[in-house]
């Protein structure tokens, strides 16, 4: 079976709903949305990715050096990067506080668990695995870790 059918209608909901968020703001509010555009973007890539046709790998404590959770680092990392790109193209200034950086990792890493549940509820050839949700709150951590680094000053 596949799941083409399935993105299509999750990604039709998102769209429609965030169209009937988007038409209920203008000017300024918009543009606060704008700002997190690219995360919202990447967050679609990884809903693509997260419902695609899957392998299922043995769950064991040496899968965490596979390249399955390598990928899921970095493309949390790279979520996690990208919404605080969006907090400061909102806020308009150079600065983020400590409570930032920690939403940005709470967002990508319950919207990681959230995508384990999706896979475990709604698609039969996708798995629930502990080791994957492990992987992306490390990204997550990452990425605040690189954005820092190579973008921003954090108080």
Same mark, same amino acid.
């Given at each position: 079976?596949?799941?083409?059918? @399935?993105? $299509?209608?999750? +990604?039709?909901?998102?769209?429609?709903?965030? !169209?009937?968020?988007?038409?209920? /703001?203008?000017?300024?509010?918009?543009?606060?949305?704008?700002? #997190?555009?690219?995360?919202?973007? &990447?967050?679609?890539?990884? *809903?693509?990715?997260?419902?695609?046709?899957?392998?299922?790998?043995?769950?064991?404590?040496?899968? $965490?050096?596979? *390249?399955?959770?390598?990928?899921?680092? /970095?493309?949390?990392?790279?979520? !996690? +990067? *990208?919404?605080? &790109?969006?907090?400061?193209? @909102?806020?308009?200034?150079?600065?983020?506080?400590?409570?930032? &950086?920690?939403?940005?990792?709470?967002?990508?890493?319950?919207?990681? $668990?959230?995508?384990? $549940? *999706?896979? =475990? +509820?709604?698609?039969?050839?996708?798995? %629930?695995? =502990?080791?994957?949700?492990? +992987?992306?709150?490390?990204?997550?951590?990452?990425?605040?870790?690189? %954005? @820092?680094? #190579?973008?921003?000053?954090?108080?």
């Amino acid at each position: 079976m596949s799941n083409t059918p @399935k993105i $299509i209608l999750l +990604a039709s909901i998102w769209i429609q709903l965030l !169209t009937k968020h988007l038409h209920k /703001v203008e000017g300024a509010i918009s543009s606060k949305i704008m700002a #997190y555009l690219p995360a919202i973007l &990447w967050a679609l890539v990884i *809903l693509y990715l997260s419902t695609g046709p899957g392998v299922n790998l043995p769950s064991s404590w040496g899968d $965490i050096f596979q *390249l399955d959770k390598l990928a899921h680092l /970095v493309v949390y990392g790279i979520l !996690t +990067a *990208l919404f605080l &790109w969006g907090k400061l193209k @909102k806020e308009g200034s150079n600065n983020l506080v400590q409570s930032d &950086w920690l939403i940005a990792i709470l967002v990508s890493s319950f919207y990681g $668990i959230g995508m384990e $549940i *999706l896979q =475990y +509820a709604f698609f039969p050839n996708r798995y %629930f695995e =502990y080791l994957d949700i492990f +992987a992306n709150i490390i990204g997550s951590f990452l990425g605040v870790l690189i %954005f @820092k680094h #190579y973008f921003q000053k954090i108080k």
